[in-house]
C-alpha cells in the first residue's frame, strides 16, 4: 500500500528566547512604579528587525485599593516575569494598556 503524507506537514517549534520587559519612572510623588510590561519574541531569521511591544500595567480591584495604593505609592506588581512571558494567570489579572515600545534587533 502506498505511504501517504500530509500534504501540509505541521511542526511545532518552540517559540524560542523572549525579552521580557518592566519599565519603571517616578510617579507625581517621586515614588519609582511600574510604566509598563511587556513581551517579545527574538526573531530567528537573520537581518534587522523592528518590532513594536504593547506595554500594559496591573490595576487594583477595587476603587479603595486604588485610592490606598496612589497615597503609599505601591502600585500593583507582577513578581514573577514568567506571568508576562507566558501569559498564565493573566486572563483573570485586570490590566490597563499603557502605550508602546519600539525595539530593534540586529540578527546575524
Known amino acids: 500500500p502506498w505511504c501517504q503524507t500530509p500534504s ?6 518552540p ?3 523572549q525579552i521580557v520587559l518592566s519599565v519603571y519612572g517616578p ?3 517621586g515614588h519609582d512604579v511600574v510604566r509598563g510590561y511587556g513581551a517579545v ?6 537581518g534587522r528587525h523592528k518590532r513594536t511591544i ?3 500595567v496591573p490595576e487594583s480591584s477595587s476603587r479603595l ?4 495604593s496612589w497615597f503609599t505609592g505601591r502600585r500593583p ?3 514573577d516575569p514568567k506571568v508576562v512571558a507566558q501569559g498564565e494567570g493573566r486572563e483573570v489579572t485586570r490590566v490597563r494598556s499603557q502605550g508602546f515600545v519600539t ?3 540586529n540578527v546575524m
Not at 485599593?65 to 490606598?68: D, F, G, K, S, V
Open 54 to 56: 504593547a506595554m500594559f
Open 77 to 79: 506588581e507582577f513578581t
Open 27 to 29: 510617579d507625581f510623588f
Open 8 to 13: 501540509h506537514p505541521h511542526f511545532h517549534f
Open 103 to 105: 525595539i530593534s534587533f
Open 15 to 17: 517559540a524560542g528566547p
Open 41 to 46: 519574541h527574538v526573531p530567528f531569521v537573520p
Open 65 to 68: 485599593q486604588q485610592l490606598t
